[in-house]
C-alpha cells in the first residue's frame, strides 16, 4: 500500500509574476474609500492611568487575594494606600477592622 502524496495536486502550480500583481494601494487612497463607503475607523482614546507611587514593601505576606470589583473602588483602595503610605494588604487589613467595629457597633439609624 503506497501513501498518497498530499501536494500531488501542487505540482503544476507556478505562481504569477510580479508584474502582474496589483500594486499596493496607499494609506490616503485606502482612507478615502474607506470613507466614501461609509467604513468609520476605531479610533480610541487612551485611558489616563491613575497616578501611583511605588509600592515596593516587605511584609512577610505570601496570600494573594484575587477579587473582582468596580475599577472606582480599585482605585480608591490605591488612593487610600498611597495617603497612609502602606501596603495594599495592611489597607484592606485596617479597612477590614473599621468594618467589624462598625458592624459590632449595632444597627446604623440609616
Do not use: C, W
Request: hydrophobic content about 30%.
Amino acid at each position: 500500500m503506497s501513501r498518497v502524496d498530499p501536494l500531488d495536486s501542487l505540482k503544476n502550480f507556478t505562481p504569477k509574476p510580479s508584474a502582474e500583481q496589483k500594486p499596493k494601494q496607499s494609506k490616503a487612497e485606502i482612507e478615502k474609500l474607506a470613507n466614501q463607503h461609509g467604513f468609520t475607523g476605531r479610533q480610541t482614546t487612551p485611558a489616563s492611568p491613575v497616578a501611583r507611587s511605588k509600592r515596593r514593601f516587605k511584609t512577610g505576606r505570601n496570600v494573594q487575594i484575587n477579587i473582582k470589583g468596580e475599577q472606582d473602588t480599585k482605585d480608591e483602595l490605591y488612593r487610600l494606600a498611597d495617603d497612609i503610605d502602606e501596603p495594599l494588604g495592611e489597607t484592606l487589613k485596617r479597612a477590614l477592622a473599621a468594618l467589624r467595629r462598625e458592624l459590632d457597633a449595632g444597627p446604623s439609624d440609616n
